[in-house]
């Protein structure tokens, strides 16, 4: 069998595709930004965020624990995302890791 490369450009449209649309990772964004603060209860009904917003590229960062710019190379395909961070990505949205990456033809 043949080894696939990742084409990390397409794997990137998804992330951002993800994170302007996705109301599991826009609660637990929401939640790890605010509910330590004590400017939220957890409960996302009473958010003062709305949840149809979406993500912020820096928003995301700080729950990475990266820059803005490494947001941006990962959604743009200029840096491949790690491993771990993937999977992390993955649990918080409550998708699949095959439903984000895109294998190159």
Do not use: H
């Not at 820096?58 to 491949?80: C, D, H, K, Q, Y």
Request: with cysteine; charged share 30%; proline share 2%.
């Amino acid at each position: 069998m043949p080894r696939r490369a990742i084409d990390w450009k397409k794997t990137g449209k998804q992330l951002l595709f993800l994170r302007n649309d996705n109301l599991s990772l826009r609660r637990y964004v929401c939640r790890e930004n605010n509910y330590d603060k004590g400017e939220c209860d957890g409960r996302c009904d009473t958010c003062k965020y709305d949840m149809d917003t979406s993500i912020s590229r820096s928003e995301l960062a700080r729950v990475f624990s990266v820059t803005e710019s490494v947001v941006f190379n990962w959604e743009n395909g200029i840096t491949p995302v790690s491993l771990e961070d993937m999977l992390f990505y993955c649990e918080i949205a409550g998708v699949d890791l095959k439903d984000l990456i895109v294998f190159e033809n």
